[in-house]
C-alpha cells in the first residue's frame, strides 16, 4: 500500500508580454497551482489546477489534505467520493458531528471544485507511477500521436485583423493542421469580417474553429452562426451566455449546420451529462484541471462515447492527451496554445513532458504522467 503522507500547494504565475482579452475577461499572466502528493513510501505526483482565486483554492487544496492523509493513495474513487460528499449534505454532517466538516459554502463549489482536481491528477500521477506505466496505457491506450490544434487570436490593443489571420496562419506553418479563433468580443458583423480573413489567410483545407466564451443570447448567436457559415466553421465552442442550458444550446444547434462545442466551465459531469444527453453538442471539453480532475474526465469521456460525442479536452494536453489516447474511437484530439507568448507555462514550467510536433502531441513511456516539474522555474515565479 502506498498511503498519503503529504499534500502540498505551489502557486505559480508568469506575466505575460502584452495584455489579452478573450471575449470575457483580460489576460495578463499565465497562472497555475501545481500539487504535490506524497506517500509513505516515497512516491510523489504531480496535479495541476487552473482556477481562481489561487489562494482560496490553495486553503481548499490544504484542508482536504488533512482529510485523506492515511488513505491508500491509489484509491482515487473512494477518495473523490469522500472529498465530493462534503459539497452536500449529509447525515450527522452538520457543525462537523461526524468529525468532518460541515458542508462546504455553496459560494465556493469553483474553489473546491478546482481543490478537488489537483488532488485527484496528482493521484492517477502516483497510480501510474505505482504500476510503472503511462496512465494512458493504464488505460489501456496505446502510444500514438495525438492530434492537436492551437488555439490564437486572443484580442489585443492596436490589432488589426490581418494581425490575427498573420497569427493563425503562422500555426499552419508551424504544421497545425486545425487551429481556433478567439471571437465574439465584437459585433456580429465586424467579428464575421475578422473570420473571413482568417479563413483567408489558413486556406480551404484547415479546420477553423471559433472560441466564443458565452458572449452572445440565442437570437445574436443563429445571427452570428449564419454570418460565418461561409467561412467554413469546425465548432462553435461556448457560443451562449453562461446562464443558458442545454435546451438553448438544442436550439442553436437546430439553426445552424456548425457543431457545437462546450464543457470547459462547467464543475461535474452531471451538468456535462445534459448537454451530451440533449444531442446539442457534438464535442465535449470538460477540463479536469479547472474541476473535478482526472477521474471524472474519465466519466464524462465514457458517456460522450456512448453518446456519439467526441472528446476534445480543453487545454493541459501533458494530462489530456493521455485521456484521448485511452479512447482512440471517440476522441478529436486537444488543444495547445502555438507559442510561448500566451502559454509561458507549457513552455517554462517542464524539464520532462509531452512534446507537440507538426501538430500532434507525443507521450513518452514514463509512468504516470511523464511530467517532471522544474522546480527552479516554480521558485522564480511563485505566486
Known amino acids: 500500500m502506498s498511503c498519503i503522507r503529504e499534500v502540498r500547494t505551489h502557486a505559480v504565475s508568469v506575466p505575460l508580454a502584452?495584455?489579452?482579452?478573450?471575449?470575457?475577461?483580460?489576460?495578463?499572466?499565465?497562472?497555475a497551482i501545481l500539487v504535490e502528493v506524497?506517500?509513505?513510501?516515497?512516491?510523489?505526483?504531480?496535479?495541476?489546477?487552473?482556477?481562481?482565486p489561487m489562494k482560496a483554492i490553495c486553503e481548499w487544496v490544504d484542508r482536504f489534505g488533512r482529510i485523506i492523509e492515511g488513505m491508500e493513495a491509489t484509491a482515487t474513487v473512494d477518495i473523490w467520493e469522500k472529498l465530493f460528499a462534503l459539497t452536500s449534505p449529509r447525515p450527522g454532517g452538520y457543525a462537523g458531528r461526524d468529525g468532518l466538516p460541515p458542508p462546504l459554502p455553496r459560494g465556493q463549489r469553483a474553489q473546491?471544485?478546482?481543490?478537488?482536481?489537483?488532488?485527484?491528477?496528482?493521484?492517477?500521477?502516483?497510480?501510474?507511477?505505482?504500476?510503472?506505466?503511462?496512465?494512458?496505457?493504464?488505460?489501456?491506450?496505446?502510444?500514438?500521436?495525438?492530434?492537436?490544434?492551437?488555439?490564437?487570436?486572443?484580442?489585443?490593443?492596436?490589432?488589426?485583423?490581418?494581425?490575427y489571420a498573420r497569427e493563425l496562419a503562422g500555426f499552419v506553418g508551424r504544421g497545425y493542421r486545425a487551429v481556433k479563433l478567439k471571437t465574439g468580443a465584437e459585433g456580429v458583423a465586424d467579428e464575421a469580417q475578422r473570420v473571413h480573413a482568417?479563413?483567408?489567410?489558413?486556406?480551404?483545407?484547415?479546420?477553423?474553429?471559433?472560441?466564443?466564451?458565452a458572449p452572445y443570447d440565442l437570437d445574436t448567436c443563429v445571427a452570428f452562426a449564419r454570418a460565418v457559415e461561409?467561412?467554413?466553421?469546425?465548432?462553435?465552442?461556448?457560443?451562449?451566455?453562461?446562464?443558458?442550458?442545454?435546451?438553448?444550446?438544442l436550439r442553436l444547434a437546430q439553426s445552424t449546420a456548425i457543431p457545437l462545442a462546450h464543457g470547459e466551465r462547467e464543475l461535474t459531469r452531471f451538468t456535462v451529462r445534459d448537454f451530451i444527453a440533449s444531442g446539442a453538442i457534438r464535442y465535449v471539453q470538460f477540463d479536469s484541471t479547472r474541476a473535478a480532475g482526472f477521474t471524472e474526465a474519465l466519466r464524462v469521456a465514457h458517456f460522450?462515447?456512448?453518446?456519439?460525442?467526441?472528446?476534445?479536452?480543453?487545454?493541459?494536453?501533458?494530462?489530456?492527451?493521455?485521456?484521448?489516447?485511452?479512447?482512440?474511437g471517440a476522441a478529436f484530439g486537444v488543444e495547445t496554445h502555438g507559442g510561448p507568448?500566451?502559454?509561458?507555462?507549457?513552455?517554462?514550467?517542464?524539464?520532462?513532458?509531452?512534446?507537440?510536433?507538426?501538430?500532434?502531441?507525443?507521450?513518452?513511456?514514463?509512468?504516470?504522467f511523464g511530467v517532471e516539474i522544474d522546480w527552479e522555474f516554480v521558485k522564480r515565479h511563485r505566486a
Open 230 to 249: 461561409p467561412s467554413n466553421i469546425f465548432w462553435l465552442e461556448e457560443p451562449l451566455h453562461w446562464y443558458l442550458q442545454p435546451s438553448d444550446f
Open 304 to 328: 460522450a462515447e456512448q453518446h456519439g460525442v467526441r472528446i476534445a479536452p480543453h487545454l493541459a494536453p501533458e494530462i489530456h492527451a493521455h485521456l484521448v489516447a485511452a479512447f482512440p
Open 341 to 368: 507568448e500566451r502559454d509561458p507555462l507549457w513552455f517554462g514550467l517542464f524539464t520532462e513532458r509531452a512534446q507537440v510536433r507538426d501538430g500532434y502531441v507525443h507521450l513518452s513511456d514514463k509512468p504516470g
Open 198 to 213: 482568417v479563413r483567408q489567410a489558413i486556406g480551404e483545407n484547415i479546420s477553423l474553429m471559433l472560441d466564443m466564451n
Open 38 to 52: 506524497k506517500t509513505d513510501d516515497g512516491l510523489a505526483g504531480c496535479g495541476q489546477i487552473h482556477g481562481a
Open 18 to 31: 502584452r495584455p489579452l482579452w478573450t471575449a470575457h475577461e483580460p489576460l495578463d499572466s499565465a497562472s
Open 112 to 163: 473546491v471544485m478546482a481543490a478537488i482536481a489537483g488532488i485527484d491528477i496528482a493521484l492517477w500521477d502516483i497510480k501510474g507511477k505505482r504500476a510503472g506505466m503511462p496512465v494512458y496505457q493504464l488505460l489501456g491506450g496505446s502510444a500514438q500521436p495525438i492530434f492537436s490544434y492551437a488555439t490564437g487570436g486572443y484580442y489585443h490593443e492596436g490589432a488589426s485583423v490581418e494581425d
